[in-house]
């Protein structure tokens, strides 16, 4: 579940070596993580032009400059503003930590969330991905009922997010009905 999850972000946030500003205006890289201040660039390995490791100075820099951009341009237009970039490995292992983390935050605010079925749970953790943990939990009462009575097929219903690709919409929708399919109810 965690190689189809990962895949699946992949191709819904993008894989972006260099910092961009999502549609909300946050500074983002990689697979859709999303660096609050410039403080946090600190964790994020990036490398200069010839190839050495960036210094913390020039990962703030980079981030304040594209923190002046516009906002929700395409990645092009990012990767015209910016010079530090990420190497293959530093954004696989920077998406790995995020689902890691995901997974943690989820277990935190729903303790069954471990026997929900993997479909379910795969959903689950692409809100969070797009939404942040205590989001997903603030933003869709009415669907965490839903996930805590094990009510896949209304959790199919109940998941449309404003603001993202419709396409991804239906795959989170698609992920709740194979979870009713897989707990023998129809959806």
């Known amino acids: 579940m ?72 395409l990645p092009a237009y990012y990767a015209a503003n910016t010079t530090l970039r990420m190497m293959p490995e530093a954004i696989t292992t920077l998406q790995d930590q995020d689902v890691d983390a995901f997974r943690v935050a989820l277990r935190s605010l729903l303790p069954e969330f471990d026997q929900y079925p993997a479909p379910a749970q795969e959903a689950l953790l692409d809100m969070a991905f797009q939404l942040g943990a205590e989001g997903l939990i603030d933003k869709f009462p009415h669907l965490i009922s839903s996930v805590k009575a094990s009510d896949w097929k209304t959790c199919s219903v109940q998941c449309h997010r404003a603001g993202i690709q419709e396409w991804r919409n239906v795959a989170t929708a698609d992920l709740f009905r194979r979870a009713a399919t897989s707990s023998g109810i129809e959806a």
């Open 2 to 73: 965690l190689e189809e999850l990962k895949a699946r972000l992949r191709e819904h946030e993008g894989v972006v070596p260099h910092l961009y500003l999502d549609t909300l205006g946050l500074v983002t890289c990689g697979v859709g993580h999303m660096v609050p201040n410039a403080n946090a660039m600190a964790r994020i390995p990036m490398v200069l032009p010839s190839g050495v490791a960036a210094s913390l100075a020039d990962k703030v820099t980079e981030w304040y400059r594209v923190k002046n951009l516009q906002p929700a341009r």
